[in-house]
């Protein structure tokens, strides 16, 4: 079955630890996206990338890194510098960054700092 | 910017009960529609979309229909069960992105 799998499904972390979100796809999509989403809020961009060894900020990416060394997969570093990191946070690919295109997401995780 | 405006609620009906969920947007130009939804503790799945002015999405008894000249994509749905509880986001197509709104619980009580 072709989709997006994140790991893990929860995370703890210590406050001032970085951590890392994986998200691995096998739809052969170029694009792949991350979001926060918070209570109330809905989703917010944080990274995109639209093909290897290339990404973009969203609207929220102070705090966050990531990488895009391979098609299939998307990580995502929480580091330090995140002065509120506890949220859902998902994953999501499309077949090339383009309005019309459907997203698919994967099932998230949960992060909370302790 | 663009940005997408929906109804927040919560909401709660009883079963069978007529469904509504507004959804208007700002961006120019004719942007593709999507209305997404997310079961509780799961990712967002695609519910419907809509390409075009006039064109009518429609999956599982939910329809909306893109309303160019009120800039609408309202949610619609004629009996809703249980199993339709969930969070309920409408999205436009930006220039790179999607841009969502904030998303809206419903609860359908038995």
């Known amino acids: 079955d072709g989709g997006i799998t994140q790991s893990p499904k929860y995370l703890f972390r210590k406050e001032g630890q970085n951590v890392t979100l994986s998200c691995e796809q096998n739809?052969?999509?170029?694009?792949m996206y991350w979001y926060r989403q918070d209570p109330g809020q809905g989703l917010r961009l944080i990274y995109y990338?639209?093909?290897?060894?290339?990404?973009q900020k969203g609207d929220i990416a102070e705090g966050y890194s990531v990488s895009r060394e391979k098609k299939e997969s998307f990580p995502l570093t929480v580091t330090s510098a995140q002065k509120n990191p506890t949220a859902f946070y998902l994953c999501?690919?499309?077949?090339?960054?383009?309005?019309?295109?459907?997203?698919?997401f994967g099932p998230g995780t949960r992060l909370t700092v302790l | 910017g663009d940005s997408v405006t929906q109804m927040e609620g919560p909401v709660t009906l009883s079963e069978e009960a007529f469904l509504t969920i507004n959804c208007t947007y700002t961006?120019?130009?004719?942007?593709?529609l999507f209305w997404y939804v997310q079961y509780p503790g799961e990712g967002l799945q695609l519910l419907l979309k809509a390409t075009k002015a006039d064109d009518k999405g429609s999956n599982k008894g939910f329809e909306a229909t893109y309303r160019k000249e009120t800039t609408s994509f309202h949610l619609e749905k004629g009996s809703v069960q249980v199993s339709d509880s969930a969070v309920y986001f409408c999205?436009?197509?930006?220039?790179?992105?999607?841009?969502f709104g904030k998303g809206m619980k419903l609860t359908v009580n038995p």
């Open positions: 999501a690919s499309s077949i090339a960054v383009l309005s019309y295109n459907e997203q698919f």
């Open positions: 961006a120019t130009g004719y942007p593709s």
């Open positions: 990338s639209q093909i290897v060894n290339d990404f």
């Open positions: 739809l052969n999509h170029d694009a």
């Open positions: 999205a436009q197509g930006g220039s790179e992105k999607l841009v």
